[in-house]
């Protein structure tokens, strides 16, 4: 349905204004938001664009009625235009529930109850006079709208004629059609926004028309028993019976609604419409959230998060990784609390700082993934960004002043399954060595007698089987850059003595890895590696300039 500007009501305020207000932004941080949301509000009801995900709109307009609660004067906030035609009957909107218990709340008060899917489209009053289709406005502020009846008498979806003379009101919503739309992989695929663009337009062609759907959701003055209602709607050509089926208690409304959750639908849905069969007379119907009908949502695919700061990562190639500090929200039921970037490139195109407010989603249900900015503070402080040449493949193999991060990376992978396999040896086992003063080269845990206790006291056994990796492990735990199908001699001295060009005759081996590969046997760096390495017993890491002429 259209987004409907909600009116900060005294109860709604009173609610609110019992929550936290501690740790409120400054009111140029409010009055932007407000104004934000205003902009939202104005192209989506006046241009019929949606410049937002519908559930990052909703948690930004709650969160700015949590502060205007918390505020003595709200900023002004944008109100929709007029529509030019009233509705026979008005819309009422639908209040959300979120949760299990809302929804257990909600049924255990009420009888006769329906699920219907909360399709993801615009919302339509159509007016029949004598059977005959004679107006369509949509939803507007729910008492008026703007007047689609042109369009709508040409849209094949749309019942032009009633099987009977009569005069009658249909509510329901247009919605683009999708085939085989799984609601819980693609999400709402932007289908609202298409639908809402397409009605705002003068001219649809033949085939934007065609796929043009409409679901009816009620006959506000229809029989007043559901099943009737259906039966005629049925009657008359409508599919409404279809997606409205009887629910007993709250196990039935979970596995429809997880149903039309995970199964193919023609449309996007964006939650269930829970129904009383019974309602009101049409005559008392309000603009307004009605007791008789309430949607439960999906669990929301994005979040909306401020940034408290950013910090920059140094991985073990010397990439920088920009790390958003969030404040913690909820998302597919996980708590999160930072997110990347991705890379400082990235970074920097989206020019996030701390105070702006992000859309995050996850990707692959279990890595959260930065999208979008939403929001600006209004006071952006700069960020300390480190100096990107700086940093490479070949720095940071000690932990001087700003490489402890790249040379914890290099530990890290070093430790891995990737690298020398050291079972029970991770992250935190590294740490805990650097900050005990023990490490001020990528070797020194070789020497078992400088082990610190406080580390574990089966440390010295855990890093023991280190010893006996072969020299080919050894090379990929120090990061040697990949050498594509190249033979690889198990003797240094072969490999440090192979020229750029040696390198670019190997299968798999082009001129910026022959480059790098070079670079890394020679660096003075890595020689001392070699050296300790040759020190404690490795094969293949003594000097042997024999077998280097050799090769």
């Given at each position: 349905m259209l987004r409907i500007w909600i009116t900060i009501s005294l109860c709604l305020a009173a609610r609110l204004a019992s929550a936290d207000c501690a740790d409120l932004p400054t009111k140029a941080d409010v009055a932007q938001l407000a104004e934000q949301i205003n902009q939202w509000d104005q192209a989506y009801h006046e241009q019929g664009r949606s410049l937002v995900p519908d559930e990052i709109y909703d948690q930004a307009l709650q969160q700015l009625q949590h502060w205007q609660a918390c505020s003595p004067a709200p900023p002004p906030l944008y109100q929709p235009r007029a529509g030019k035609n009233a509705h026979p009957i008005p819309q009422t909107g639908l209040a959300k529930i979120h949760s299990q218990a809302e929804a257990a709340d909600w049924i255990k008060h009420r009888a006769d109850l329906w699920i219907q899917p909360k399709v993801d489209g615009v919302a339509v009053t159509l007016e029949y006079r004598q059977g005959q289709l004679v107006r369509a406005v949509s939803r507007g502020d729910g008492w008026q709208g703007e007047d689609w009846t042109a369009t709508a008498q040409r849209l094949p979806a749309v019942l032009q004629h009633w099987p009977q003379p009569v005069d009658l009101v249909l509510q329901g919503e247009l919605y683009w059609r999708l085939s085989e739309h799984v609601q819980s992989r693609t999400g709402s695929a932007g289908a609202r926004s298409r639908i809402a663009g397409l009605m705002n337009r003068q001219q649809l062609t033949d085939e934007e028309r065609a796929a043009i759907g409409l679901f009816v959701w009620d006959w506000p003055d229809g029989p007043a028993q559901m099943t009737e209602r259906l039966a005629q709607m049925t009657q008359a050509g409508l599919d409404t019976a279809r997606y409205t089926l009887p629910i007993t208690d709250l196990r039935s409304a979970q596995t429809q609604r997880q149903r039309w959750f995970t199964e193919p639908l023609p449309f996007a849905t964006d939650g269930v419409v829970l129904r009383q069969s019974r309602r009101p007379s049409a005559a008392d119907w309000q603009a307004e959230t009605p007791y008789w009908a309430v949607a439960w949502k999906h669990p929301p695919q994005r979040a909306l998060a401020r940034v408290r700061d950013i910090e920059f990562?140094?991985?073990?190639?010397?990439?920088?990784?920009?790390?958003?500090?969030?404040?913690?929200?909820?998302?597919?039921?996980?708590?999160?609390?930072?997110?990347?970037?991705g890379s400082l490139q990235r970074w920097r195109e989206l020019d996030v700082l701390p105070g702006d407010r992000v859309s995050i989603r996850l990707s692959g249900q279990t890595i959260p993934q930065l999208e979008e900015v939403i929001t600006r503070a209004a006071d952006r402080s700069i960020a300390n960004v480190p100096d990107?040449?700086?940093?490479?493949?070949?720095?940071?193999?000690?932990?001087?002043d700003g490489c402890r991060d790249q040379f914890l990376a290099r530990l890290e992978w070093l430790g891995s399954a990737d690298g020398l396999d050291l079972a029970g040896v991770?992250?935190?086992?590294?740490?805990?060595?650097?900050?005990?003063?023990?490490?001020?080269?990528?070797?020194?845990?070789?020497?078992?007698?400088?082990?610190?206790?406080?580390?574990?006291?089966?440390?010295?056994?855990?890093?023991?089987?280190?010893?006996?990796?072969?020299?080919?492990?050894?090379?990929?735990?120090?990061?040697?850059p990949p050498s594509g199908d190249a033979a690889v001699p198990e003797r240094w001295t072969m490999l440090a003595a192979r020229t750029q060009q040696d390198w670019q005759t190997q299968p798999g081996v082009g001129p910026h890895r022959a480059r790098q590969l070079v670079a890394f046997f020679q660096h003075p760096e890595v020689e001392l590696l070699r050296a300790r390495l040759a020190a404690v017993g490795i094969d293949g890491f003594a000097e042997d300039r024999a077998n280097a002429r050799s090769e």
């Open positions: 990562g140094i991985g073990r190639s010397g990439r920088i990784t920009p790390v958003l500090q969030l404040e913690p929200v909820e998302l597919d039921g996980r708590r999160i609390r930072r997110v990347s970037a990107p040449a700086r940093y490479h493949p070949l720095s940071c193999w000690t932990p001087e991770g992250p935190g086992t590294w740490k805990c060595l650097l900050d005990a003063g023990q490490l001020t080269g990528m070797l020194d845990w070789l020497d078992a007698q400088a082990l610190p206790p406080t580390c574990g006291t089966q440390l010295a056994g855990l890093l023991q089987p280190a010893t006996e990796r072969g020299f080919l492990q050894w090379l990929w735990a120090l990061s040697m």
